[in-house]
């Protein structure tokens, strides 16, 4: 890792919702950085600088809103920087962030992903019709329900697989009260009973459209040691990228998720994710990709990944909990849902996680996001204790 | 904390290379930064590029760029919303860190495809500004009337400013624009955008540019004659245009007091100045005298292929170095209405 | 350093009109500071908000620009204003700027303020404007709560008293305050297909299927966009592959208006691996009941009545009745 030892002395979001229409874009991240700032116990004269995620500008219809939001985010005088990488965006802004402290040229660095979905409308913003290009004519689910087909005909796994995703995931919200769907009646049937959209995703398979925000706060080991709280220290941080299309590309297990999972695991010393993780924090948009991920992040061998689903083991109570917050499959602010997924990875190894607290036994935690026609990853390990 | 250095550099700006998609834009120069890198391709330890979706009419413009690079096995790799300044910013992060020893970077866009003018008015304030449809020109102009205003710009200097730019333009093959021209020539020529000629403000055109990067180490050892960053830093002001002294460019010059432009004489500067005024501005929020030459290449006003002219500036500047034409030289990357935001960067040899 | 460049094409690429626009406008929520704003343009005053440090910002900003801090304290300003910077629009865009003049664009202070907003001055001519000169606005007569409320800043001879806000002629106007605005933007391009996609469109209007590899590789790419995205190598030399191909993998749409070319539900996207081609082609399978397709199933290509170099002309792909292809054959494209 960077000689600089990194770590997030604080986090917050605001309580995501279908559309937040008491706020401007500036309200809503204003919401997520001043939890963060408390957290940190700081206030923006401590910031050094400000790396901004979210997805693409056409959601909000503002080019590069970053500039317009200079002010809200305390960021005139300061280094802002924006970042863009599809789905994953949320990931690789936390990482780029990072990069500041370790490089050290920043002490203290705010993280902001945002989307306003509400401005506009997140089908008409997935899958606007260009010239000369084949149109995606079923929508962002059906590009991914297609490879999550494929990955039934590889692996063998019966069709309720999906359905016990989406009910665990739902069910964890219920433990976090910023998570945007609370459905405390869900059940299979239910799930297996709602909308067939895209065979075989049902509506309830999918994940929800959000506002919302969410804010971290990283410091440098030296300011880490005089935050109020507790730190969630950087054992590794990740990125990879394969194109969309090329000769042979394995589309359901990808190996750019293979190969940046590996090499976030090298960085921070983790032999067996299943064993040397307490929980992961994983972009699972609909509810096949755990088990596909499952498989892609090393839990298990290739083909098992349904099995470990199946057997509870990435439930709440399970061996190793996958999306104790409730995922994306609960909340998907886009642009932020990454920089979710890390900051409540965080959020376990520092004990803050509240209601959907998982017991933190070998003291780290895995932030996972992915984007694009998953093809672009981002991961990071963070831990209770300072990366050796 | 080590060294990073520009080991090579490589640019495309040509009106006639409008036939190009973006991908096609793209491949050109990675292929030459890649070559005269002597870094095989698969050594190259991060990629990130900069563009605007905005530029391309829709979402994800920089997922088809990726193509261009050959990105198989995958790569460690990022993108900026940003001209590609901040692209080579966010790659000498993760070499200083230590990540990697090299990067390769690129920035492209075809504002050919669109009213660029016109897309890069929608950066102001969403409520209160784009709804009036301002353009990124018409902000601009506003801030040179109030420079002109208050005496710190006048039309001559501005004159002068476009007329050096035009006439180095004669000598840049990537210039669109390239003529010999007086100052006194162009203020006999009629104001358009008032209080601007047309003159003033830069031509925007389809380009695309690259850099690769790297550790010092590995600098030394694939070129002769490395050009180091010995400063970098980048600065953001208020986005309120009415809000902002416009005679002054506050975040340029905190930039540039970060990057250390002060610490010693430049030589050369290359400035992402697209209206004549703000080569004026800049020169005096970065503080370069009369002792710099300004913009060898004619800069952002002989050619503005969006999204990369902050790159292509960085690339002219380490090539006046290592040519030697230049101790010490400065680049400048502007980003927002009205030189809302800054980057600056100090290039140096051995 | 060394610069690249390249001949000119042969062939000039294929361009098209594209409209970018979200259909109905962008619906911005507006909070307590510019919901202040926009309700007073409604009522026909100019709001701003007072910093801590005395300032008053107009429009109000919700936070300091120089400190962060929120702000909560809105203060009546103006109505007249002198201009601290303007410039000239002497042919403005129809749908775009809402003045059919020639018409000035402003940083106007209004008295009491110590910022400027950014507005239109209808001046006639650019000879009357100045930095320094005196506007006052001219107000709409129906006032909905929009930026264009404050239809104008026009000319204020020394002196003179702005004019009062006229009644407001809005039908049904409240007192509620104004909490959302709707901004359209309508962006149009004249998007260039790039010379690779050209030629593969071209092909199309032959009704031949024209993809691309490069030098040192035997992958073809169909559609290709100009480069081997494994090795980022320019793809130059053409192969046309075949008009059959295997399905790999689908999905079966239930959900209704996802897109202007979808069919009626239920309908088939697949992905299509072409005899011939390296990847998958993306899109409709027709011909067929929607349960009755498998993969591996053997699909023709299915083309459009129009001869166009357009990626409509590949309607999709419908059963050959041919057996399927065995999984081993496709199993490393799904």
């Not at chain 1, 796994?157 to 999906?162: E, L, N, R």
């Not at chain 1, 309830?204 to 990283?218: E, I, Y």
């Not at chain 2, 600065?235 to 416009?246: E, K, V, Y």
């Amino acid at each position: 890792m960077g000689a600089v030892r990194t770590a997030v002395i604080g986090v917050g979001q605001t309580k995501h919702t279908a559309a937040r229409h008491d706020v401007t874009m500036a309200g809503l991240v204003r919401e997520a950085v001043l939890e963060a700032l408390e957290d940190a116990g700081l206030d923006f004269a401590d910031i050094d600088a400000v790396v901004v995620g979210k997805a693409p500008d056409t959601f909000e219809g503002v080019v590069m809103p970053e500039l317009a939001l200079a002010d809200a985010l305390g960021a005139v005088g300061k280094p802002l920087l924006r970042v863009h990488t599809a789905g994953s965006v949320g990931g690789s802004t936390a990482i780029v962030a990072a990069k500041h402290v370790m490089a050290g040229v920043a002490d203290r660095v705010l993280v902001v992903a945002f989307e306003k979905q509400s401005e506009s409308n997140a089908t008409w913003g997935l899958t606007i019709p260009m010239p000369f290009t084949p149109p995606l004519v079923a929508g962002a689910g059906g590009y991914f329900a297609p490879l999550i087909r494929a990955y039934i005909r590889r692996s063998g796994a019966p069709s309720h697989i999906g359905h016990l995703v989406a009910v665990k995931d739902r069910l964890n919200a219920l433990r976090n009260p910023k998570a945007h769907l609370h459905l405390p009646d869900i059940t299979l049937e239910q799930v297996a009973e709602s909308l067939l959209l895209w065979e075989p995703l049902r509506y309830l398979d999918t994940c929800p459209s959000s506002d919302g925000a969410m804010a971290l706060v990283l410091a440098s080991e030296r300011a880490a040691r005089s935050a109020p709280g507790p730190a969630a220290w950087v054992h590794g941080t990740a990125m990879r990228s394969e194109p969309t299309m090329f000769a042979r590309r394995d589309q359901v297990n990808p190996q750019a998720g293979r190969d940046c999972a590996a090499a976030v695991y090298r960085q921070a010393g983790i032999g067996d994710p299943r064993r040397d993780l307490d929980c992961a924090e994983v972009y699972v948009p609909f509810s096949w990709y755990e088990p596909m991920w499952l498989e892609n992040l090393g839990f298990c061998a290739p083909g098992e990944g349904w099995r470990l689903t199946e057997a509870g083991v990435t439930g709440f109570d399970g061996e190793i909990p996958w999306n104790p917050s409730g995922g994306v499959l609960s909340s998907n602010p886009i642009g932020a849902s990454g920089l979710i997924r890390f900051g409540e990875a965080a959020q376990q190894v520092r004990g803050r996680a509240g209601g959907y607290q998982v017991p933190i036994r070998r003291g780290r935690a895995l932030g996972h996001a992915y984007g694009g026609g998953s093809q672009f990853f981002a991961m990071w390990v963070v831990g209770a204790e300072p990366p050796a | 904390m080590r060294r990073v250095g520009i080991v090579s550099f490589a640019q495309l700006t040509s009106p006639r290379e409008r036939r190009r998609n973006e991908v096609e834009l793209v491949i050109p120069v990675v292929q030459e930064a890649v070559r005269a890198s002597g870094i095989p391709k698969a050594e190259i330890g991060f990629t990130c590029s900069g563009s605007c979706d905005y530029l391309a009419g829709g979402p994800f413009s920089f997922v088809a760029g990726l193509d261009a690079v050959g990105a198989w096995p995958p790569i460690p790799e990022s993108h900026v919303e940003a001209d590609a300044a901040w692209a080579l910013y966010e790659a000498w992060l993760v070499i200083r860190s230590g990540e990697a020893d090299s990067a390769l970077v690129y920035g492209f866009g075809k504002p050919s495809l669109g009213d660029v003018d016109e897309i890069l008015g929608l950066q102001a304030d969403p409520y209160t500004v784009a709804p009036l449809w301002p353009s990124a020109t018409d902000l601009a102009a506003m801030a040179a009337s109030a420079a002109i205003a208050a005496g710190v710009v006048d039309e001559r200097q501005m004159a002068e400013a476009a007329a050096a730019a035009r006439r180095a333009g004669l000598a840049n093959p990537h210039a669109v624009v390239g003529e010999d021209v007086t100052a006194e020539e162009l203020l006999a020529r009629p104001v358009t955008r008032p209080p601007l000629r047309d003159a003033d403000v830069a031509p925007v055109t389809d380009g695309s540019a690259a850099v690769v990067l790297a550790a010092e180490d590995l600098a030394r050892r694939v070129c002769d004659r490395p050009v180091w960053i010995t400063g970098i830093a980048h600065r953001i002001d208020t986005p309120s245009p009415g809000a902002r002294d416009l005679t002054d460019v506050a975040s340029a010059r905190s930039a540039a007091a970060a990057a250390g432009v002060g610490d010693a004489p430049v030589d050369v500067a290359e400035l992402s100045a697209r209206h004549s005024h703000e080569v004026v501005l800049l020169r005096r929020a970065l503080g370069v005298g009369s002792g710099t030459v300004v913009n060898p290449s004619g800069g952002a006003l002989v050619a503005d292929p969006v999204m990369s002219t902050g790159l292509i500036r960085i690339g002219e500047a380490a090539a006046a170095v290592r040519a030697g034409d230049a101790g010490r030289a400065v680049a400048h990357a502007a980003s927002g209405p009205a030189l809302q935001q800054n980057l600056v960067c100090v290039l140096e040899a051995d | 350093m060394t610069a690249t460049s390249e001949g000119p094409a042969p062939e000039a690429p294929l361009v098209e009109h594209h409209v970018l626009e979200y259909p109905g406008g962008y619906t911005r929520s507006l909070g307590p500071a510019l919901s202040a704003f926009f309700t007073g343009l409604r009522d026909g005053r100019l709001v701003g908000a007072r910093t801590a440090d005395g300032r008053v910002v107009v429009p109000p900003a919700e936070h300091d620009p120089r400190t962060a801090a929120p702000l909560g304290e809105w203060v009546e300003v103006g109505p007249a204003g002198t201009v601290t910077a303007w410039t000239w629009v002497a042919n403005p865009k129809p749908g775009k700027h809402h003045l059919s003049g020639p018409f000035g664009f402003a940083l106007v202070r209004p008295d009491g303020a110590d910022t400027a907003l950014v507005g239109v001055v209808d001046a006639g001519v650019p000879e009357v404007m100045s930095v320094g000169m005196r506007v006052a606005p001219r107000w709409a007569r129906v006032r909905t709560g929009t930026i264009h409320d404050l239809e104008a800043w026009v000319p204020l001879a020394d002196g003179a008293a702005p004019a009062p806000a006229p009644p407001n002629e809005a039908p049904e106007v409240g007192e509620e305050p104004v909490t959302r605005i709707v901004c359209p933007i309508r962006l149009e391009y004249e998007i260039n297909a790039g010379i690779a996609p050209s030629r593969y469109l071209r092909g199309l209007a032959q009704r031949r299927i024209i993809g691309q590899r490069a030098r040192d590789s035997d992958h073809v790419y169909v559609p290709p966009r100009g480069s081997d995205p494994m090795t980022g190598a320019p793809t130059e030399i053409e192969v046309e592959v075949g008009q059959t191909g295997t399905v790999t993998t689908f999905c079966i749409t239930n959900i209704a208006g996802l897109s202007e070319l979808a069919p009626p539900i239920p309908y088939v996207t697949a992905q299509v691996l072409l005899d011939g081609a390296a990847t998958p082609w993306f899109g409709l399978v027709t011909g067929c009941d929607p349960t009755e397709v498998r993969m591996g199933m053997r699909v023709r290509a299915v083309w459009s009545e129009q001869a166009a170099p357009d990626a409509r002309t590949l309607v999709g792909f419908e059963p050959t009745g041919e057996p399927d292809a065995p999984y081993e054959h496709w199993k490393d494209y799904a």
